[in-house]
């Protein structure tokens, strides 16, 4: 794994950035594995500034979202195809018929097996992660096989609290979701994983003690041939020896 430790989030977000466009230039028809949340958003910003320069086009690129809120419809301001469309897909030049997510309207175990389909036709180049502070990675949370596949979760407590910032409460948070498994994650041909803030430090600092463990999700990771960890000082500060977790 390679570690980039920067300054802050808008430094994590201009790194990120960077290594996302020189994939899309390198080869536009990229399939680009897509995450929400707040790590990525000032990322998705930062492409749709190169997108207008005109350095990138997402004409010919294929996206996956990790995963997707049981219970919401897709126009809830609070559901990731919402998001999406929202913060990135109607502010670029991409087919929204090649932006894909597992589909929570419908029958699940049809949906399940069709995003399973679409992930093994399409190998992943490069896949966007963000990380949960209980180590989660999209919605696999601690405890789950390292060869599971898409399939439907139930959010821990920790999750909602996380992301209750979002919805007017707690209760308001789904307590299910769909996510892609973390054999499909490692599939991926290059993982970028981005953290930022003292809420994530704990789980980084697990990470980078390098023990593989399905208590914490993200540990996997360490075997993955090509991850970069692009980390703010924040989410770095529990690390005591620093130089040695970077590469
Ligand atoms: C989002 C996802 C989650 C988030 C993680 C961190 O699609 O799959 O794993 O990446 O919960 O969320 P933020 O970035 O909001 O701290």
Avoid: W
């Amino acid at each position: 794994m390679k570690v980039i430790i920067v300054e802050n989030y808008e430094e994590m977000s201009e790194v990120a950035c960077e290594i996302i466009a020189e994939q899309i230039k390198e080869k536009p028809n990229s399939i680009i594995g897509l995450a929400t949340g707040s790590s990525p958003v000032r990322t998705y910003e930062l492409l749709i500034e190169e997108y207008q320069k005109k350095e990138i086009s997402f004409k010919d690129v294929t996206t996956f979202n990790l995963d997707e809120y049981i219970g919401l419809d897709y126009d809830h301001p609070q559901s990731y195809h919402y998001f999406m469309n929202d913060v990135l897909f109607s502010k670029i030049d991409i087919d929204l018929n090649n932006t894909n997510f597992p589909d929570t309207i419908g029958d699940l175990d049809v949906n399940v097996a069709a995003y399973n389909k679409k992930l093994y036709e399409n190998q992943i180049d490069l896949q966007l992660l963000g990380i949960g502070s209980n180590g989660h990675i999209a919605f696999n949370e601690p405890g789950t096989s390292f060869d599971s596949e898409t399939h439907v979760v139930e959010l821990t407590k920790e999750t909602k609290e996380d992301n209750k910032r979002f919805f007017n409460s707690i209760e308001e948070v789904p307590t299910t979701a769909l996510t892609m498994g973390i054999k499909s994650i490692m599939n991926a041909k290059k993982i970028l994983i981005l953290a930022s803030g003292l809420n994530k430090a704990q789980a980084i600092k697990e990470l980078l003690e390098g023990i593989e463990t399905t208590d914490l999700p993200a540990s996997i990771l360490m075997s993955h041939p090509e991850v970069i960890l692009v980390c703010d000082e924040a989410s770095a500060s529990l690390l005591e020896d620093v130089e040695e977790a970077v590469e």
